[in-house]
């Protein structure tokens, strides 16, 4: 199938449904919004799946569908462009299935992912604890194993969309003892049980994307830890190399959305008329321009051309990026900005309000600095 | 720049080429030995000329490989105006006014300003033109129409200019007899790209002498790229430095593939370019603390060269503006 039909099938899927079925949930379940909708996002997801959306670039021998980069790209962007709404289970599909495919059992890959491909279990990510955010390696969560399983306490916190979710993979210290990176263990764990509590963090948005989650002698199956135990971090490490750079582009797409918004509210202010914010917002549009061509520039690179932190790039140009997007959205529309309407924040107040956690998660900016300096450059670590 | 396997191969022997035959220290003064080897040896300014025209068949995005490399040098032979003036050659019907280009034994220049036509003859005066003192072809625009016109039918004064490793020239046309050889604004678009590529290039060089200096420079008993807040900032740089190096990339294949979306993305690279090259610049300056302040030192060299690049065929904020209009219309 050539491209073009390609698009032109993702195209016809995408709005038979949501110009029908699913009109409720475009455009919603994004950053500051990720309550909305739930039991029908769930429902979409599912549908995703029927339509075999899900596991898109997945290898096949894996149960997916084997799609070239450029495919995925295609669909990337066509969902963010019909305003399909935020994936509710983003994490088990772009995290935890390919981790599972990647170092599971065949036990484990025949247990766990059938139920990612076809929508029905939700994952979320138990890394981040209170001693441990960009220091990872700091991880005091324990698991032990006893006759029935795993036993695992401790808290885990920031943990996106937890409060959804039916597992967990977590990285917990299994061997007694033990410091920093060795020791750790890379565990399945269930979230539907008494030994888990999940309490979602109100954030600066008013909404709750972020939960902490309390393990107080939760279980799981002796068989649920991927890799050796005690060797968890090679595969908690090898989880973030997934974040691959495909779907980035049909972030941008939503980021286009974003940057039109802000337009449209600079048009309907006035404030496009004063050359500072014309150029303003010429500036948010050229560098937009060149987080695509950085995102083309990795998807086009192999091994031998790669500089080993385009992920690291990549990052701190967008999470700075959509963060003065956000400033901009207030300064554009002026003093109107300090008003809440009706029912909460506007879609330009939530955006400006969300745009500040990109710069922390998912490695904070000063983390991403501190890989560029050693990894690119190899300059000596920081000993103060 | 992302590399292929050729264009790797071609990125590593011209690496070679520069710093044994043209390293920075050596732009300061003309070599015709320099631009003998790049024309006569390498065959550079020919590089992206169509095989059967006499040049050497690449694509402008081999073209911008040399063109990063020779930033590196911060080169003073016209390389850049010739190279990218013999592309535009190639594909007018003009061809005839390939061959001293090809060779060697003349050079190009880019006349962009306020110039007249009435006839065939041109009229006007252009106060900075980057090569115009050597150049024994000048090509001019004359507003959407590019002519060429032999630089003997100009009066052409040699300026002193901020740049050092860079010649600047008045130009002067008093009825010039020119020939029509093209659009202007596809001939500033390649030219536009091949400065971002420069501007890339020597901005990764800069960039690099910076983070040896702060590898083996000890204060407090200790390097000083160990210090967070230095490394912050070099971290900083390569940001901007990768991503202006994504936008040329994307904008030399575009040239190449003539792709549609050329008029937008050649501003932009050139706009992205030089604002990460006058960052980096400045920045090596102070990251060198006094020995980068110093004449003897190469940092004020790539310091002035950025902000001449950056000045030169238009600013930064308006090449984003120009870019912005043409890709937001309709």
């Given at each position: 199938m050539s491209l073009a039909d390609f698009r032109g099938e993702v195209q016809a899927w995408l709005r038979e449904r949501l110009d029908g079925k699913?009109?409720?949930?475009?455009?919603?379940?994004g950053p500051g919004r990720e309550h909305e909708h739930v039991e029908e996002r769930k429902a979409w997801e599912q549908e995703l799946a029927r339509g075999g959306w899900v596991g898109l670039g997945w290898p096949r021998d894996a149960g997916g569908r084997g799609a070239s980069i450029e495919e995925q790209v295609v669909f990337y962007e066509e969902y963010a462009r019909a305003g399909?709404?935020?994936?509710?289970n983003h994490l088990g599909e772009q995290l935890a299935g390919p981790t599972i495919a990647a170092f599971g059992t065949q036990e484990q890959k025949d247990r766990f992912l059938p139920g990612i491909l076809q929508g029905t279990d939700i994952w979320c990510q138990g890394y981040s604890e209170p001693g441990a955010g960009s220091d990872l390696a700091a991880v005091r969560t324990t698991a032990v194993m006893r006759e029935d399983g795993w036993h695992i306490d401790g808290q885990k916190v920031w943990t996106s969309l937890t409060q959804y979710a039916d597992w967990c993979f977590v990285l917990a210290r299994s061997d007694a003892g033990s410091e920093r990176h060795r020791g750790l263990s890379y565990l399945l764990v269930p979230m539907r049980q008494p030994g888990v509590e999940v309490r979602p963090i109100v954030q600066l948005t008013g909404t709750s994307e972020f939960n902490e989650v309390f393990f107080d002698d939760a279980v799981t199956a002796a068989d649920n830890v991927v890799g050796e135990p005690g060797a968890g971090w090679r595969v908690a490490m090898g989880t973030l190399a997934f974040e691959r750079g495909v779907s980035t582009l049909g972030q941008q797409v939503g980021f286009a959305h974003d940057l039109d918004q802000v337009i449209a509210a600079a048009i309907s202010s006035g404030a496009v008329e004063h050359d500072a914010v014309k150029d303003q917002i010429v500036e948010a549009w050229a560098g937009l321009q060149t987080l695509r061509h950085s995102a083309l520039r990795t998807l086009n690179n192999d091994a031998s051309s790669s500089t080993g932190v385009e992920a690291n790039v990549s990052k701190l140009l967008w999470a700075n990026w959509h963060q003065r997007l956000g400033e901009l959205a207030m300064s554009v529309q002026g003093a109107a900005a300090t008003v809440v309407d009706g029912d909460g924040f506007s879609p330009l107040q939530t955006m400006f309000l969300a745009s500040r956690a990109g710069t922390i998660y998912g490695g904070s900016n000063e983390v991403q600095r501190n890989i560029i300096a050693e990894r690119f450059w190899g300059l000596p670590k920081d000993r103060a | 720049m992302t590399d292929s396997a050729d264009t790797a191969e071609l990125r590593s022997t011209l690496r070679g080429f520069f710093e044994q035959h043209a390293p920075t220290r050596s732009q300061l003064a003309d070599d015709p030995g320099q631009w003998k080897r790049l024309t006569t040896e390498l065959g550079l300014t020919g590089l992206a000329v169509p095989e059967e025209q006499g040049g050497s068949g690449a694509s402008y995005v081999e073209l911008a490989v040399v063109l990063e490399e020779a930033g590196r040098s911060l080169l003073r032979a016209p390389l850049l105006s010739t190279a990218v003036a013999a592309v535009v050659l190639a594909d007018s019907d003009a061809g005839d006014l390939l061959p001293p280009l090809l060779d060697g034994s003349m050079s190009a220049a880019f006349v962009v300003g306020d110039v007249t036509v009435d006839g065939d003859r041109l009229t006007g005066s252009v106060a900075q033109v980057v090569d115009a003192a050597a150049a024994g072809l000048l090509l001019v625009t004359v507003g959407d129409a590019l002519y060429a016109v032999d630089a003997a039918a100009a009066t052409i004064r040699s300026l002193e200019a901020l740049d050092p490793t860079r010649p600047l020239a008045a130009v002067e046309l008093d009825g010039a007899s020119g020939r029509r050889v093209g659009d202007a604004a596809h001939a500033l678009d390649l030219l536009h790209v091949a400065l971002a590529a420069e501007s890339v290039g020597a901005a990764r060089a800069v960039l690099e002498m910076t983070v040896a200096y702060l590898t083996v420079r000890e204060q407090f008993g200790r390097p000083l790229g160990s210090f967070q807040a230095l490394r912050h900032r070099v971290a900083d740089l390569t940001v901007e430095l990768e991503a202006a190096t994504s936008t040329v990339w994307y904008a030399a294949r575009a040239a190449a593939e003539r792709a549609p979306d050329l008029p937008v993305v050649a501003p932009l690279a050139k706009a992205t370019a030089t604002d990460a090259f006058t960052h980096i610049a400045g920045d090596a300056i102070q990251l060198h603390g006094g020995i980068g302040f110093t004449w003897e030192h190469d940092a004020h060299l790539y310091f002035k060269r950025a902000w001449t690049t950056a000045l030169l065929h238009d600013d930064a904020r308006t090449l984003r503006r120009t870019a912005f209009d043409r890709g937001t219309r309709g």
């Open positions: 699913f009109a409720a949930v475009v455009g919603t379940g399909g709404p935020g994936r509710i | -």
